[in-house]
């Protein structure tokens, strides 16, 4: 099976790329860690899988709607 052919069989199924779930899941992931946790923000991105800061708040606020400080503080 190809990886075209699977990315195409995961979209189907899911109804998004598998980029996307995931960089979801590590967001969603870094929020409950940000909610229950007193690790750094950086530490957070780092343990989520987010090897660049800039594309972890990025994503954050892509998903979550604000920063990631944002979010800490609201919660």
Known sequence: MSKEHLCCIFRDISDT?????????????????????????????????????????KMFMRFMKCTPSEYRNKK
């Open 17 to 57: 790329s598998p980029i996307v779930y995931l960089n979801r899941y590590r967001t969603t992931q870094s929020a409950y860690m940000l909610r229950n946790t007193n690790k750094s923000i950086s530490e957070i991105s780092f343990l989520c899988g987010f090897n660049n800061g800039s594309y972890f708040d």
